[in-house]
């Protein structure tokens, strides 16, 4: 099926729209006016949903989207471009979710001839869709169902050949649990539950190759940019990166006291320092790997103790904190052994930790009945996160995610859930870090560390990180925008230290790869536009003003390890409107007439 | 005057110590001191009597400083950690 909507450069000018039910494929035309306007990635996906009435429908239903959307940036030799967004209303929050992920199934998929794949549908069994060159075919998944992410692509590898790139559910997301992933490759669009989605549609896998590339417009000039970021990326701002990986985070949050520990009833963790890539790097095997078309070189795979034939585990900070302090769990073959397990049954590590986390409070608190789930306790931990997967015991309530669990128990339990909209909060104490309390709020996917960058305005200067005043809204805006922005054209963001003038210099990517005349003001633009796009279909699903808040753990209750740490709710409300007014919106935070209607 | 200097990622591994004891009534001096004592970090994070991009200080736990002529008091611990925070 070659593409037969020829776009501008840098895209193919069209999606592939798949009915896994029926088994029929379209190329639905994509125009130039909408890819300027949300370019790919998170933007584009959310425009999709709009535009596939994704907000009118049940996440889990056979009518709900799933969609896998690539960028312009996408196949160029442009550092850090290899990746795709899934996006859906989240299962988990039943409001707008974009996950992204990093791997050549981002390059495989573009080559199929479109610039986003999206299912809808519901097969009649579990099966596994194959997509070559665009033309499509569903198989039985066989003896793939129930299979571990890695063992199922592998399996499917085997049978299919090397070209196809696969990615896939594990039995968390054929159980359905609200906050499953999908997995290639070792990497998971992890938060928000799109492995639920696609596992609701009886999709156990999805292969795709093609060979269908999207011209570039000015490729030897865009060659020449591609190396001089490379050579960027290879410098300071990437060392931390580089060398220990995420994880070095863990030591400093701790030492600030925003380190979430038991249920973020803390924000210090004793044993700290044995978790720490600084010490876990003395003491075990560590290789290092790249994503798909990176240079920078991020994860960091850890050996178990004693060196015991078991493969290396990839540490990132959000699985330690989660499944570490968070649990307080101190000990590291511990932590990786979870991490491995969540891997293998597709659980997003920080929906797991956060909800298990909260689980073991409610034990604390008598408010459970599961004696043997107790902070600290590594096999408790274990068999909580089996439980999970296959949705047995304990599991099947905790498989629903802290906000539904908290509900279902009752009493004061949502006081001291942890999550945003429904979505577990990341390893930042809010308490402790008020911009990111701020950016928690607000966040149209729910708590989120990567759609908002508030972290950094609590990391400087600018602002005093436990009592900021109301220009910190401004600086939580730009974060935002510019996160907006790199997932949508798509880059990593641990390329933002590199950049001088980042919106100046995307500008020139974009125009290189697309042959527009992309300004600064007009990308600045596009983000705002996005991240309005997000909020009109979270407004669409229902959204509330009063969800822009946070537990009420997190409000008048200082950190007992920093009691100047409190978050007041006036303060937070009057961060919520100044936010809201910064994006001129109202202060509730409803987008304009005419900031609709430019949505198109 | 002598501080106490805590070393976070990066900066640890390049001094090859979490904590240590700088002398110096300012940040610059105390930042200078350092560079003297442990080479490796000052090429990959000190010039000048200031932090590279890409690194922070933190005085206390409590505010993150970067004026060379910000005081430093008798019994302050200077923390010393990457920019970064993102995860």
Known sequence: MPSHHPGPPGYHGCYLRIDVGKQCAERVGLAEVELRKFLGGSGLGVHLMLREGSHQVDPLSPEAPLAFVFSPLVGSPLTTSAKFAVVSRSPLTERINDSLASSHFAIAGKRAGCDAIVLVGRADTPSILIIDEGQIRIEAAGELWGLSCR??????????????QIATIGPAGERLVRYATISHDGRHAGRGGSGAVLGSKHIKAIAVRGSQRARLAEPAQLVALAKQLSDKSFGPATAKYRELGTAANLLVFNRLGALPTRNFQQGTFKAAEALSPEQMTQTRAKTRASCAACTIGCEHIYGFRGGDNQPGVRMEYENLFAL???CGISDPDVVLGASRVCDELGLDTISAGGTIAFAMECVERGLLDAPWLKFGDGNALHRALHEVGRREGLGALMAEGSRRMAKSIGSDAL????QVKGLEMPGYEPRALQTMALGFAVGTRGADHNRSGAYEVDFSERVDRRQPGLEAAGMAVETEDKAALMDSLILCKFLRGVFTD??????EMLNLVTG???TPDELRATARRIVTAKKHFNILCGWQPA???LPERFLNHPLPDDPTATLTPERLQGLVAAYNTARGWSSEGWPT???????? | MSITVELFGIPRQRAGIAKTQAEGARLDEVLLDLARRFPRLAEACIANGRLQSGYLA?????????DPSTALAAGDSLLILSADAGG
């Open chain 1, 547 to 549: 969800e822009d808040t």
């Open chain 2, 58 to 66: 933190n005085l206390n736990g409590q505010r993150f400083v970067s």
């Open chain 1, 151 to 164: 063992d199922a692509e592998t399996q499917l590898r085997a049978r299919l050949g090397n070209e196809y």
């Open chain 1, 516 to 518: 527009w005349d992309t």
């Open chain 1, 593 to 600: 007439r005419g900031q609709i209607a430019e949505l198109g």
């Open chain 1, 502 to 507: 980042f919106l100046a210099e995307a500008a």
């Open chain 1, 415 to 418: 006081t001291f859930a942890p």
């Open chain 1, 324 to 326: 570490g302090p968070l």
